[in-house]
């Protein structure tokens, strides 16, 4: 959160405000390397180990899978829907938004319609990334180039600044290679090489993409089998997140200077991995989906610390 | 043209038909389903004369797609219930994949 623009860190009467919107919402708080998760209460803790707020936030949605239907969720347009209502209840509007794929659920020009039509009602600027499942038109990614990649190189990669940070989308889910995972290409790695030549290395940068950048599950294909080259250009850097979405649910990680973070999705949940036989849409008691899926609040601190991120579910169970 | 000579050309011609058709009796024999069930291709690994249609039938609640690795064959995205079907006219090993789950893998043996 970034609410309390007026002082340092979050403080209690920030923390408050947040609850309001955010119902349980869990803040992740990273310091030292060591990720805290906390509810209300340790929303103190990070204040005090926090440094200056800058007032600079940005918001990552991701899997609107928008056009699924399955039981899993019948309506996955009305989550987006909701998502995007919590997105506009922002006390504090964020500077914008990332989508970090999946925004269809099979690259239909009527999909990406509703989406595009949905997700603008945030009056936010979106920075997006494709998930594989927009790249399945007859043209293996027109479709998505066509609507969201102006300014972008190859498949849709791109980077820009923004708020004192370096932001870098990347591709991995183009030209998939049988028995592997996600993938960046050679391409891809030459100009991310090249985009951080000259960088300094206390500019925070963040990295989106949509498969994991770091292996969750290999027999899942939760992961990206190039990552490593990508990360050993970014290990010179003091702060970097990465930021994924794919597997519907959060999962965090931290090593070095370096913070993994996945995303809900606003459409389904799929299962924890080693839970079930194999991924895919989970269905859940009615009652329950809202929790699972949701918004994730990035802050973006500078100094050494690493940035501030908060995942809010669409409702409580 | 008298009557036998015209029963025995066109019996003829039934016969040649009937010779005609037994390389690809085994086809219709043989035609093949290739399920799609919890992110798997199954069986996994086929067998199957030159000339067997195989359909690959997604049962998932997520797309998949059926591509040779070699570039053979690929199919659209395959919604829940939609199928694929190829013909695999000619002897050889083709390895497929999933190309949204490339960890999907499959194989089809096509003998002589």
Redesign the interface.
């Known amino acids: 959160m970034s609410d309390n623009k007026q002082d340092t860190g979050i403080d209690r009467r920030g923390a408050l405000e947040c609850m309001l919107w955010a119902g349980t919402g869990v803040l992740w708080t990273l310091n030292g390397g060591v990720p805290k998760s906390s509810q209300l209460l340790g929303m103190g803790t990070a204040q005090a180990a926090g440094k200056e707020a800058t007032g600079f936030s940005f918001l990552q949605i991701s899997d609107s899978h928008i056009g699924f239907n399955k039981p899993a969720n019948p309506d996955a347009l009305g989550t987006l829907k909701e998502a995007i209502g919590k997105v506009s209840a922002l006390p504090a509007k964020p500077a914008f938004m990332i989508h970090t794929g999946d925004i269809t659920h099979l690259s239909r020009p009527g999909q990406f319609d509703d989406a595009e039509k949905t997700i603008g009602e945030a009056k936010l600027d979106v920075h997006y990334v494709p998930g594989e499942h927009d790249l399945v038109d007859e043209d293996k990614g027109k479709a998505y180039l066509d609507r969201f990649g102006k300014n972008t190189k190859g498949s849709g990669w791109y980077s820009f600044d923004a708020g004192g940070a370096h932001f870098i989308g990347l591709v991995n889910v183009a030209n998939l290679k049988a028995g592997g995972m996600g993938s960046l290409g050679e391409e891809q790695l030459a100009w991310l090489a090249e985009d951080l030549k000259g960088k300094g290395t206390s500019t925070p940068v963040v990295v989106f993409a949509h498969i994991p950048l770091w292996i969750i599950s290999a027999d899942w294909g939760w992961g990206t089998e190039d990552s490593a080259r990508a990360l050993a250009l970014l290990t010179r850097f003091g702060s970097v997140t990465v930021l994924n979405g794919h597997i519907h649910q959060l999962v965090q990680k931290v090593e070095g200077n370096v913070t993994f973070h996945t995303a809900r999705s606003t459409a389904f949940p799929q299962p924890a991995p080693g839970t079930a036989s194999a991924p895919g849409p989970m269905l859940v008691p009615a009652e329950k989906l809202r929790s699972l899926l949701g918004i994730t609040s990035v802050e973006v601190r500078h100094g050494k610390e690493a940035l501030a991120i908060t995942d809010t579910p669409l409702a409580t169970s | 043209m008298d009557r036998f000579r015209a029963r025995h050309r066109a019996r003829a011609i039934i016969i040649a038909f009937l010779f005609a058709a037994i390389p690809a009796l085994p086809v219709r024999a043989a035609d093949t389903a290739v399920n799609i069930d919890?992110?798997?291709f199954t069986p996994k690994e086929l067998t199957v004369k030159a000339g067997t249609v195989i359909v690959f039938h997604n049962r998932?609640?997520?797309?998949h797609?059926v591509?040779g690795?070699n570039g053979e064959f690929h199919s659209?995205?395959l919604?829940?219930d939609e199928s694929f079907s190829f013909t695999f006219a000619k002897p050889g090993t083709y390895?497929?994949?999933c190309?949204?789950?490339?960890?999907m893998?499959g194989r089809v043996v096509v003998t002589p």
């Open positions: 919890n992110f798997t998932d609640d997520i797309p797609t591509n690795t659209k995205a919604d829940t390895e497929y994949f190309g949204l789950h490339p960890q893998t």
